[in-house]
């Protein structure tokens, strides 16, 4: 099947109805030894150097770039250059779905048609099975760590929908022992052992935000997915986010939050407004290059833990 390389949420949906398979291109990078010469974010940088490198083996690229992340637009566009078929994808900053309809027609047009139909109701129905496992780590049913390593393969579902089913069908329940529930803002952490770490103190991660946005939008036809995707709280405007989170703060009954900012990333400049907000105990963490949790960050979160714990 052809492999269309998506540089950060574009629906899955889409891509397998369009008869491809969707592969997010941000999940080869935390365990990436890359180090590229020209850089801002180590994200799209490590990502645009192994697609010049021919790594990937990609043959369409979809890029995020506008609504998200403006990294993404240029180092796009070198990959471009070298003669990789880019569509450019620009979110709506307001609720204009019927702006993000014309984006996903054009997408479509660009993948080639929709082939497969009944892609979109296969994908719905494994994202209410994500949802179901989201539920049950907020439970403490299930790890922090299993939860993330499947929410965040929701972008593309691993490029397999049946293997995907299978997946899920696997993971079991367990009780999980924790000292307080954490919310973990913003991008994703590049550092592969994060959620492992932040277990092995006792935080038990309830929010992953980033990766439940991959899980909660959906469906089943074009106009159903432009009215779901163009709520994507990092297109929006920081009000909306905003009221967004406290809703799920509040949901998730969260006793900490941790920021993770990544250097040179735009979203870099919301902690305060998150400080400012968000009525939480609150720690900031900056990545940069993929490696493992260093033992300063370590040591950060250790305190944090223990502020938590004296509350
Ligand atoms: S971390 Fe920020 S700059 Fe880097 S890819 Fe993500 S949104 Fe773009």
Redo the contacts with the bound molecule.
């Keep these: 099947m052809t492999k269309v390389g998506i540089t950060?949420l574009i629906p899955p949906e889409l891509i397998f109805a369009c008869g491809k398979k969707p592969c997010d291109i941000n999940n080869f990078v935390p365990l990436s030894n890359l180090q590229p010469s020209n850089k801002?974010?180590a994200?799209?940088a490590i990502w645009r150097d192994m697609i010049l490198k021919n790594e990937l083996a990609l043959e369409y690229l979809v890029v995020v770039a506008g609504g998200?992340?403006h990294?993404?637009l240029v180092d796009g566009q070198k990959v471009e250059m070298k003669g990789l078929p880019t569509f450019f994808l620009f979110y709506p900053f307001d609720d204009d779905s019927d702006y993000l309809k014309d984006q996903l027609e054009e997408l479509t047009v660009f993948l080639g048609g929709i082939k497969e139909h009944k892609a979109f109701k296969e994908v719905k129905e494994i994202k209410k099975k994500i949802l179901e496992i989201d539920d049950k780590r907020i439970a403490g049913k299930i790890s922090a760590e299993k939860a993330f390593e499947i929410m965040v393969s929701a972008s593309d579902l691993r490029g397999d929908i049946s293997e995907f089913e299978r997946l899920l069908e696997n993971v079991k329940e367990e009780d999980i022992d924790f000292l307080s529930r954490i919310a973990l803002l913003g991008?994703p952490p590049i550092y592969p052992d994060f959620h492992e770490n932040l277990a092995s103190l006792g935080l038990h991660v309830v929010y992953d935000e980033l990766p439940y946005e991959f899980v909660r939008l959906s469906g089943v036809n074009i106009d159903e997915l432009a009215k779901s995707y163009c709520n994507y709280t990092f297109a929006r405007n920081l009000d909306f986010r905003l009221k967004f989170l406290e809703k799920e703060l509040k949901r998730r009954r969260v006793d900490g939050i941790i920021h993770y900012t990544?250097f040179?990333?735009?979203?870099l400049l919301e902690d305060d407004i998150f400080r400012k907000n968000l009525n939480y105990p609150f720690l900031t963490i900056q990545g940069d290059m993929p490696k493992k949790t260093t033992k300063q960050v370590k040591l950060r979160l250790e305190a944090f833990s223990e502020m938590l714990g004296s509350l």
């Design positions: 950060a801002l974010c994200w799209t998200d992340c990294n993404a991008v990544q040179a990333c735009h979203h």
